[in-house]
């Protein structure tokens, strides 16, 4: 029998005596213990052996590692992301780092633990705390529904290695690309369901170079790869049909993990693993801007539709906006989301509409930002996996999300359930108005001698089918506003190896809209927009 689950005790944070007593060594006068209370006058002596005991490395200075250790110890699990905005708040002269003379300033934050949750936002900890669960409680997956699962129309197979990356080049073809560089293209126009489909060409992105990325452009039928080699252009411009390459793009050493293009197929933009991100004309090799923009890695960068604006995602935890039109060393982004995954990885970010963005990464969720309220936090949230989240993408109609997980985890969600579920309860209580109206001059009628029972009790049975159809559209309104996440309305089965990719088609076809998956192989899902967006409700 299985063994039963264990129950974690609660451990309540440690008081600031306690903390006191841990620090300050053995025989130090107690006032030290009252740390709480600064305006009392603490000794100053006393208050340097304390700062001593947060300053591990004998610098002088408290750093945000320090400080993350210090506020652990104080009872506040934080990330190292959150320590840095408390230190920012803390450290009046901006050097990044909490010396002496701040001291007091500092433990006057940190005395009471709830003082520095405080200084974090409700929205850090609650993704802190989910991401907390996931790692710690085994169990914690079955908080949520799991999802009715839907089979893949198509399975395609022929690569000999994972796929990076999957992108509709029409209604009906498709490419994908895999870590050994080799891109196939795949004609789904006449494919029967569950049918063995051959991929129509094979191209070489670059010989002995791993593919990570690429951006189709579907007017010229050329693709342009993000490749990882040395001494070579890790940036391509390849011809689909030929297979031949036409630029050669320069700016990039290290290897390029994303690409995007304009609509109008002029302008690439591309980051890579240093944290570089590159501007260049589709003609042109030489690059129009080459600068570091981000610490760390940058996973991801896309263009919004219609416009030279891009956003950028990357491993130092930040999402960044960017007019590529007027990117140099000197220009600031025109928007900065920090700490965008919990301390983690923002491992893509790609725009929802003109104002929101979908971001996902190593917090083990999906959250919607409106970059006009940045300081509100995620507008929305998306709870339900418990794998890292690699991947995500928004319909052609913007109705719904797909996602895909380290693990192999793909689902769709609906994108806004809330405004959804607010406009059923409107519908609802319209309807309810027409009925109870109707009802009304029905059994008038009838009390007239005009109309027979047969109506009134007919009236009456549209009126009480109104009432509990309001009923139950406002519990549901209700229960979504309670709980203030959405969880997946269905499962994708197929992918059992890590999900790299996902990638709807440009249009929805006769109501369906069509999701490709990249994993080990590649997925096709067929979709009634209708159907999925009301399932729920």
């Not at 708040?89 to 701040?102: R, V």
């Not at 610490?295 to 604006?309: A, D, I, K, R, W």
């Not at 797909?402 to 409107?426: C, H, P």
């Amino acid at each position: 029998a299985a063994a039963p689950a264990r129950t974690a005790r609660p451990v309540s944070p440690p008081s600031v005596a306690f903390l006191a007593e841990r620090l300050v060594p053995r025989g130090a006068p107690p006032a030290v213990r009252s740390m709480v209370d600064l305006a009392g006058g603490i000794p100053e002596e006393e208050l340097r052996d304390v700062f001593d005991k947060f300053d591990f490395d004998s610098s002088g200075s408290i750093d945000e590692r320090e400080l993350q250790q210090a506020m652990r110890m104080l009872g506040v699990t934080c990330s190292l992301n959150m320590a840095t905005k408390v230190l920012h708040q803390i450290d009046t002269d901006a050097n990044g780092s909490i010396e002496w003379p701040e001291f007091r300033a500092f433990f006057g934050r940190v005395a009471n633990p709830e003082e520095i949750k405080d200084m974090l936002s409700a929205q850090c900890h609650r993704f802190f705390e989910y991401k907390q669960a996931v790692e710690s409680d085994p169990s914690f997956a079955k908080t949520f529904k799991i999802p009715p699962s839907e089979s893949p129309l198509h399975r395609l197979e022929g690569h000999y290695e994972s796929i990076e990356k999957v992108a509709w080049l029409s209604d009906d073809e498709l490419l994908s690309g895999s870590i050994d560089g080799e891109v196939l293209l795949w004609n789904l126009a006449d494919a029967a369901p569950k049918a063995r489909i051959r991929p129509q060409r094979r191209i070489q992105a670059g010989k002995g170079c791993a593919l990570y990325s690429m951006a189709v452009e579907p007017s010229n039928r050329t693709v342009v790869a993000g490749l990882g080699g040395r001494g070579v252009s890790n940036l391509r411009l390849i011809g689909i049909d030929e297979g031949d390459e036409r630029v050669l793009y320069e700016g990039h050493d290290a290897p390029v993990y994303c690409v995007s293009l304009t609509d109008d197929g002029r302008t690439v933009a591309s980051g890579s693993k240093s944290g570089v991100a590159c501007i260049h004309d589709m003609e042109r090799p030489a690059s129009a801007y080459s600068g570091k923009i981000h610490q760390s890695v940058v996973h991801s960068v896309e263009f919004l539709s219609g416009s030279t604006t891009i956003c950028t995602a990357s491993k130092d935890g930040t999402i960044k906006g960017l007019d590529s039109r007027g990117v140099s060393d000197e220009a600031k982004p025109y928007f900065v989301i920090e700490d965008a995954a919990t301390g983690g990885a923002v491992l893509q970010a790609v725009w929802h509409t003109e104002h929101q963005i979908l971001s996902c990464g190593d917090d083990y969720c999906v959250k919607r930002w409106d970059i006009r309220r940045l300081n509100d936090g995620p507008v929305h949230s998306y709870f339900g996996h418990t794998s890292i989240v690699r991947c995500v993408g928004s319909s052609p109609d913007r109705t719904l999300i797909a996602t895909g997980t380290k693990t192999g985890s793909v689902r769709v969600w609906i994108t806004d359930e809330m405004g959804m579920s607010q406009e059923k309860v409107t519908a609802a209580e319209l309807q309810l108005d027409v009925e109870r109206k109707s009802f009304g001059d029905v059994e008038a009628q009838f009390e007239s001698g005009s109309l027979p029972v047969t109506e009134l009790r007919a009236a009456k049975e549209r009126l009480s089918q109104a009432e509990a159809a309001c009923t139950t559209a406002r519990a549901t309104f209700n229960e979504l506003k309670r709980q203030g996440f959405s969880q997946a309305v269905l499962g994708c089965d197929g992918s059992k190896l890590p999900v790299s990719s996902v990638a709807w088609r440009g249009s929805i076809v006769d109501g369906k809209a069509r999701l490709a998956v990249g994993s080990q192989g590649v997925y096709v899902y067929d979709f009634d927009v209708e159907e999925l967006s009301s399932s729920k409700h």
